[in-house]
Structure formats: structure tokens, C-alpha cells
């Protein structure tokens, strides 16, 4: 009888994993009422037990969910009840519960993230003025036409009118891309999505005049991307995309067809293959054939996934990418090298020190901020250097009392300002309109994009940076460039931060969700009830809240607006950047 149970268990068990399955589906189109589409995903999504992705916008959808196969179905019979989902490409397939807790968790597929956003997939870094029109996209062609198109370039020595385009990152190239004899394939060796525009823009003569075919993982990608060739003008009409992407390809050629090994996916499949399951990646280290993501290796300065076989792949190891090492970035910080870390013998003395970038607060300056954090820096001096930069936007000289002051002052900055922010007169000092007023900051929502772009500079001219320490206003602006981390790999590269007294900038004010920022994060401020009069504690707290759990470590301290340096709070300090080191 035991036997029995044991063995229904088990059937149970199997059943249970086959009827577990992963949808995927977008759909550009404009939508009347995004509140209202928020609640029936609210609903429906947790009505059924799905968790993953849901991107909302008011030019669309973007959804990848995982769950059973029956609850997946009631689904999309939801969405189909609603006109807005009208000639939308439902794909669904069976497949296993997540491989581990790890594949899990950065594939998404641990709790349900329904979020309104700019973009349904982030096409640059900033938001463009006058983003191209997803009614110029390219002609979809299915993946019959796409198959044929190849089929007859295939039977000419040379075909110098057509070309292949991946629109799809180089992690996902290393593992499967179409591959035509006599077909030229562009692959831009990108590390994000949001890298193409830049690529396609410098790269522009060799699609032009010609055919060019596109194709991503499932076409979201293509869509904007062919509108952006499109939107270039004469020479550039004849962009087509593959209908569906590779997964609907493959499902019409299981066998591959013209696609050689295997399709990376944004869920915990990792990646899908065809039945000749073709290998044409290779170990980052000892080039031997692999394509297996699911141990989740990274570039230790980028972050991008990388192979890394099972025999080359040790605990602790440090590697990097071959775009990192291609753009000179290949050798190790020595701050990151474990062979250049010293002995217990050694002492702090001969420790490679971390680098800082410090961003001031609102109305001060490099040099000011310099001076409040010498005695910081001068505990923090066996293990971090700290390096000081004005903010871009330059402030007005301001006075309350009944004359101006006499005498030089120095030119005070900001990264966010309000919207009638005035730049500075010719005649110096102006009088305030109002006083001090210690909500101000809460007005201050102009100017991140340009402190962002500024932001990049200083990374590329003084970098590297290990880390970002932001105090009161340079601390929102440190935030929001933690939630922006990964459209910034490559271009703004850290890996923690520090934020004093910080306060929730608009850029991550409209997240649906807390907890979403996976950045390591040292959050300081004053106690409740607290003697810091510009920011409130609960604003500071507010902001721990948005980083994910493990992620943010939190020093309350007894002072006002100041970075405490007296134990234990200094302590605190210190054992967070030893993580680091």
C-alpha cells in the first residue's frame, strides 16, 4: 500500500510538471484606459496563480507569464474577450517548472511584476524626442515566407541585395542564429536592446538599398527596430521581419531549417532548441563547445551572461566578457582580482582601495561636499577613494537677509531642479522669493536626463567606479540611476551604492511595484523622530523600500543632515564596502 501511494505521488508529481507551461505575447496598439487594463491583469493574473512579467503602456502590451497550462488558457481567453487583443499572437508552450530558485528569480518567475512604463521594450536609454512610428514597421513576413526568402537566396552564388538582421543581444547570439550560405548576417554584438539604435545609425550603408530581413526571440524587438531602419527613408523601404520571431520558426521548422542551435528565451526555459539540438556556442575560457546559461555566469564589470563549461567553471572565478575585453576593458580592476588581495599578514595598507564617485546634494558643489565628508574619507582612506563632481546644473546665488553678501562665492549646482528653474543672472546675487522651505525637493523633478547624460561622461572619463555615494539630492539621483542599471550596462558600470539621506526622485516614482531594484544598497539617515529638518526619515526609508529584499542595508543614526562617522555607525559603513573588496 505504501508502494502504491508512493507511486500515485510520483504520477502526480510528473503530471503536475507537464501541466505547467510559459505564454508570451505583446501587442502594439492604443490603449483607451491603462487603469483599467491594469485591473483585469491585477485580476486575472492572481485569480489564476500566474507570476512573471506584465509591461503596460499606453501604446501597448508586453506580457511573459508562466503557470499551469489550464490557467494559461483561461487567460487568453480573457484577453481574447477584449477587442484590444484583437489579431494578438498568443504562444504558449509546455514546459518545466523552473530548473532552481536561482534560474527562478532572475528569470522573473517568483512573484508577479505588472508595471505602466514609457517603452514596452526600452529602444534607448533615454526616451527619444520623436520615437519612430510602429505603423512604419517592417512587413511581417511568416515563417514560411521568411524560410522561402532564404530558400531562394540560398540557390545563388552570391546574393549581395538581401541581408539578415539580428536585433537580439550577443549573449543571445552566442547560442543560435540563422545562418544562410550565401546571405550576409549582421549581428551588432550589442550588449542591450536599447544599444541598437546607436548601432544601426553608425552602421545605416550596409542596409541600405538592400532587403533586409529582421528577427528577434518573439518580434516585439523587430517591431520598433524596423521602424527606426524604415523611418531613415529612401533605401531603407525594403526592411521585413520575421512574424512571431524565432519561436514561431521554429515550431513551423523543428528541425532548425536555416536557425543553428538554440533559442535564448527571458523565461526559465533559458533557451529552446530544435530536434538536431545543434551546439554552436563555446566555453568563454577554454572555447569548447557550450550554450548552457542555466549556471547564470556574468562579466563581473558589465554583468552580461557569459559561457563558462562546467569543467572551466569555479566558485569566486572573475570573468570577463569579450565586449568588455574588445573595448579595453579586459583587464581586471585590481580592486575585483582576488590574487591582489592581501594576506591577514599584510594589513589595510597594501589593500587596493575602491573607487567612489560622490554626488553633493542640492545647492553645493564638489568642493563643499569634499569638505563635510573629509572626516568620512578620512576613515574610509585604507579602503575607498572618493571622487567629487560638480552636478550640470548650474544655481542662481540666492539672499534672505535685507542686503546680498559681500565678497566671492562659489558657483553652487544641482541634479534635479524645478520646472521654473532659472539659470544664473549676470548680476549675481538674487533675492529669494519665499523662505527656506525643507519640501522643496519634492518640487525638484527637471533636468535627470541631462544630469544622466553628464553622469555617463564622468563614468567614461574618470572611471571605473566600484560604487556610487549620493548624499540628500545627489542620493535621488543616485537611485534612480540604480533603477535604471541595466539599460545602462557598459555606459554607467557600479556595483553598489550609498545613499544619505536620500528621498524617491520622479524616475522611480511611478514603479508599480516596491522592491524592484536589485542594486546593493547602504541606505543612512536620521532616526524618528529625527533631527534632519530637510529630509523626513519616512522618505528616506521610502526609498529603501523600493530596493529588492537582501538588497538594501539600512544605518538609522541619532544626527541630522550629515553622514555619521562615529561608531558604531562608521563600523556600519565599513562592513558594507568590505563586500566589496
Known amino acids: 500500500m505504501g508502494t502504491s501511494s508512493c507511486g500515485d505521488h510520483e504520477k502526480q508529481r510528473i503530471e503536475d510538471e507537464e501541466q505547467y507551461g510559459v505564454l508570451l505575447y505583446y501587442k502594439y496598439t492604443s490603449v483607451p484606459d491603462l487603469d483599467e487594463l491594469v485591473s483585469f491583469y491585477e485580476s486575472s493574473c492572481n485569480s489564476l496563480g500566474l507570476l512573471g512579467r506584465v509591461r503596460l503602456s499606453p501604446k501597448g502590451v508586453n506580457v511573459t507569464v508562466g503557470g499551469k497550462l489550464t490557467a494559461l488558457e483561461e487567460h487568453i481567453a480573457a484577453a481574447k474577450s477584449n477587442c484590444l487583443f484583437e489579431g494578438t499572437d498568443f504562444k504558449l508552450a509546455s514546459c518545466h517548472h523552473p530548473l532552481n530558485d536561482k534560474v527562478a528569480e532572475e528569470c522573473g518567475f517568483t512573484s508577479l511584476s505588472i508595471r505602466v512604463v514609457e517603452e514596452l521594450v526600452t529602444f534607448s536609454p533615454c526616451p527619444p524626442l520623436k520615437p519612430p512610428e510602429i505603423s512604419n514597421a517592417g512587413k511581417h513576413l511568416s515563417a514560411a515566407e521568411f524560410h522561402s526568402v532564404l530558400q531562394s537566396a540560398n540557390g545563388k552564388s552570391e546574393n549581395k541585395e538581401l541581408v539578415l538582421l539580428d536585433a537580439r543581444n550577443l549573449y543571445e547570439t552566442r547560442i543560435g542564429k540563422f545562418e544562410s550560405e550565401n546571405v550576409e548576417t549582421l549581428d551588432p554584438e550589442i550588449r542591450q536592446y536599447s544599444d541598437l539604435p546607436t548601432w544601426i545609425d553608425q552602421n545605416a550603408e550596409k542596409m541600405k538599398g538592400k532587403n533586409v530581413l529582421m528577427y528577434c526571440t518573439g518580434g516585439i524587438r523587430c517591431e520598433m527596430a524596423s521602424a527606426y531602419i524604415r523611418s531613415k527613408g529612401a533605401g531603407f523601404e525594403n526592411t521585413f521581419q520575421l512574424y512571431g520571431g524565432i519561436q514561431r520558426y521554429l515550431e513551423q521548422f523543428p528541425s532548425g531549417g536555416f536557425f543553428k542551435g538554440k533559442n535564448f528565451v527571458f523565461d526559465h526555459r533559458i533557451s529552446v532548441g530544435s530536434s538536431k539540438e545543434d551546439i554552436i556556442g563555446s566555453c568563454l575560457l577554454c572555447n569548447n563547445t557550450f550554450d548552457d546559461y542555466s549556471p547564470r555566469c556574468r562579466c563581473r564589470l558589465c554583468r552580461m551572461l557569459v559561457l563558462v563549461c562546467n569543467h572551466c567553471r569555479v566558485k569566486g572565478d572573475i570573468y570577463i566578457c569579450e565586449l568588455c575585453r574588445k573595448h579595453g576593458k579586459g583587464e581586471v580592476p585590481l580592486s575585483l582580482d582576488p590574487l591582489n588581495q592581501p594576506s591577514e599578514s599584510n594589513g589595510d595598507n597594501t589593500r587596493r582601495k575602491l573607487r567612489i564617485l560622490c554626488l553633493h546634494g542640492f545647492r553645493q558643489n564638489a568642493s563643499s561636499f569634499k569638505g563635510r565628508t573629509g572626516s568620512l574619507a578620512k576613515k574610509l582612506k585604507n579602503i575607498a577613494e572618493l571622487v567629487f563632481i560638480d552636478a550640470p546644473h548650474?544655481?542662481?546665488f540666492i539672499y534672505q537677509t535685507a542686503t546680498p553678501p559681500s565678497g566671492v562665492c562659489n558657483k553652487k549646482f544641482a541634479w534635479l531642479v524645478s520646472s521654473d528653474f532659472d539659470k544664473p543672472s549676470e548680476?549675481?546675487?538674487t533675492v529669494a522669493q519665499c523662505q527656506f522651505d525643507?519640501?522643496?525637493?519634492?518640487?525638484?523633478?527637471?533636468?535627470?536626463?541631462?544630469?544622466l547624460t553628464y553622469l555617463k561622461t564622468a563614468f567614461e572619463e574618470k572611471g571605473p567606479?566600484?560604487?556610487?555615494?549620493?548624499?540628500?539630492?545627489?542620493?535621488?539621483?543616485a537611485a534612480a540611476v540604480c533603477g535604471k542599471q541595466e539599460q545602462l550596462v557598459g555606459e554607467i558600470d557600479f556595483r553598489f551604492c550609498v545613499l544619505c539621506s536620500g528621498f524617491t526622485p520622479w524616475p522611480l516614482l511611478e514603479m508599480k511595484e516596491k522592491r524592484s531594484i536589485k542594486c546593493p544598497s547602504l541606505h543612512i539617515f536620521g532616526s524618528q523622530p529625527g533631527k534632519d529638518r530637510q529630509i523626513v526619515t519616512q522618505a528616506s526609508s521610502?526609498?529603501?523600500?523600493?530596493?529588492?529584499d537582501g538588497c538594501a542595508t539600512i544605518v538609522e543614526h541619532d544626527f541630522g543632515h550629515i553622514i555619521p562617522t562615529k561608531s558604531p555607525y562608521i563600523d556600519e559603513i565599513k562592513a558594507f564596502l568590505y563586500q566589496f573588496i
Open 542 to 548: 521610502d526609498l529603501a523600500g523600493l530596493f529588492e
Open 465 to 477: 567606479f566600484d560604487g556610487i555615494l549620493g548624499f540628500s539630492q545627489g542620493a535621488a539621483m
Open 394 to 396: 548650474e544655481l542662481q
Open 438 to 451: 525643507p519640501l522643496q525637493y519634492q518640487t525638484q523633478t527637471e533636468g535627470f536626463y541631462k544630469s
Open 427 to 429: 548680476t549675481g546675487w
